[in-house]
């Protein structure tokens, strides 16, 4: 799939929750929903090209733009002025473990409108990066069926600690025992963002309810922004995947749209 900033073929529409209001894109004509939630880059073509093929696969995808602009013009890379935005936010947690991010309050409903104007069982979510734990944080409501954290790397001090409260924790967790919802996690095996000990918890918190998926570095784009810059892979559905049949990260689009489409066609 072609590389455009051209997003014609998505709606916009603004969302209140919270008292906050932000835009979010959309598109899929029909389906369950997925709330697929950008990286610490907002919106971007690579972002874009992942939602196109979730609609393709039957979903109706909300992406919710927390950060940057409503459109596929924001470079892969964090600017400076990003970067202190986020550090003077108060509806990301950055540092501190067992904590949910403020933002997820806003999310949480967004999954419930969503269900509520897609039907279907419940609804997916993906977060990636900055906000790839918010898919767990969100799991405490029952409308999401399946979360999954691409990348997860909050809290950024802490490689081992979850972005998620202990009470929080404790719903999601008690969910998986007793109503058998699955998680599922995708990292690059050397990933200095999103380290090997996150997934070394969510098992021990998780056990077999949780699968973590570890990518070689090797299968990483060569021609990412990240790759050019001398640095490992981080991103496995965007920046750093190969758009090609066979590559490894191309099989983890066809893998996670399975989990969706296990957990919510029915």
């Avoid at 529409?13 to 929903?33: E, N, Q, W």
């Avoid at 013009?73 to 473990?97: D, H, K, M, W």
């Avoid at 973590?212 to 001398?230: F, H, R």
């Amino acid at each position: 799939m072609t590389l455009t900033t051209d997003i014609a073929d998505f709606a916009r529409r603004d969302f209140t929750f919270a008292g906050k209001t932000k835009p979010v894109l959309l598109i899929g004509d029909s389906g369950p929903a997925i709330i697929v939630i950008h990286e610490v880059y907002g919106f971007t073509p690579t972002l874009a090209r992942f939602c196109r093929w979730l609609a393709d696969a039957g979903f109706r995808v909300y992406a919710p733009i927390l950060l940057g602009t409503p459109d596929a013009t924001n470079p892969e890379r964090i600017t400076r002025g990003r970067l202190l935005g986020l550090c003077v936010s108060r509806e990301f947690t950055l540092f501190r473990a067992n904590r949910s991010s403020p933002i997820v309050d806003w999310l949480k409903p967004l999954a419930r409108q969503a269900h509520q104007e897609c039907g279907g069982p419940g609804v997916g979510v993906i977060g990636m990066c900055l906000t790839g734990g918010f898919a767990l944080s969100m799991a405490v409501d029952p409308v999401v069926l399946a979360p999954v954290l691409s990348q997860p790397g909050m809290p950024a001090t802490r490689p081992a600690g979850l972005d998620i409260s202990t009470s929080d924790l404790a719903i999601v967790r008690r969910r998986s025992r007793e109503s058998g919802l699955e998680i599922q996690g995708y990292r690059f095996d050397g990933d200095p963002l999103s380290k090997a000990e996150k997934f070394t918890t969510l098992r021990r918190e998780f056990g077999d309810a949780f699968t973590g998926i570890e990518i070689p570095d090797s299968a990483g784009n060569p021609d990412s922004p990240l790759a050019k810059a001398g640095k490992p892979p981080h991103s496995v559905f965007t920046g750093d995947l190969i758009d090609a049949e066979g590559e490894i990260t191309k099989s983890a689009v066809q893998e996670v749209t399975g989990f969706f489409t296990r957990a919510l066609v029915r």
